[in-house]
Structures are given as structure tokens and as C-alpha cells.
Nanobody, 121 residues
Framework: QVQLVESGGGLVQPGGSLRLSCAAS????????MGWYRQAPGKQRELVTT???????NYADSVKGRFTISRDNAKNTVYLQMSSLKPEDSAVYYC???????????????WGQGTQVTVSS
């Protein structure tokens, strides 16, 4: 069984920074794309950023220049460095990964449990 465990959320003032981490564990042969999504109250879950196994990245326009995604393939971990945070960045942030448990198995989609980020003075 595969698990994604996030950490690093919390309360931060506008203009501040936070770093989220997400570690994958369990039966893992390979990890393809990893990413972060977020969901604010009353809104749909939205893509924040993704990173491929080759470290190609993609960002939502709303976070370009402020957020940076990175990954440590040896640790099966993805990070999200968030800077210049705004109140509208407040949401539950979810980690996502496409993981293959064996060389012949399918690529399956996994989600973390979510971590709350609140930007407020």
C-alpha cells in the first residue's frame, strides 16, 4: 500500500513564506508526475503546480514567481516553497502523485490527506 504524507502547513502572515513537504512510502517502483493542488472553502480543488520525474515544472498563473516546486527522487519526496503569500492562497493543500508499484503494474493516482495553509494577519 502506498501513502502520501504531507507536512509543513500552518498560519502565516501576508507576505510570509511556508514550505510544504510530501513523502511517499510503501510499495513503490517508480513515481511519475508529482504535484500540489489546493481547495479553499466553497471552491473546487485546483491545480497549483506539478513536476515530472525529469523535473519539468508547471505552475498555475496565480502562483508563478511566488511558489517553487521541487522533488528529491531518492527520498520519494516533493516540496512546495511558498513565498509572498497572500490571503487568497489560504486553502487545504493536497499532494498528488502517479505511482507504479511494480514494473508491470499500472500507474495509479494517489493523494495525501491535505494540510491547511492559512494566510492572515
Amino acid at each position: 500500500q502506498v501513502q502520501l504524507v504531507e507536512s509543513g502547513g500552518g498560519l502565516v502572515q501576508p507576505g510570509g513564506s511556508l514550505r510544504l513537504s510530501c513523502a511517499a512510502s510503501g510499495s513503490i517502483f517508480s513515481i511519475d508526475v508529482m504535484g500540489w493542488y489546493r481547495q479553499a472553502p466553497g471552491k473546487q480543488r485546483e491545480l497549483v503546480t506539478t513536476i515530472t520525474s525529469g523535473s519539468s515544472t508547471n505552475y498555475a498563473d496565480s502562483v508563478k514567481g511566488r511558489f517553487t516546486i521541487s522533488r528529491d527522487n531518492a527520498k520519494n519526496t516533493v516540496y512546495l516553497q511558498m513565498s509572498s503569500l497572500k490571503p487568497e492562497d489560504s486553502a487545504v493543500y493536497y499532494c498528488n502523485a502517479g505511482i507504479r508499484a511494480s514494473p508491470w503494474g499500472p500507474m495509479e493516482d494517489y493523494w495525501g490527506q491535505g494540510t491547511q495553509v492559512t494566510v492572515s494577519s
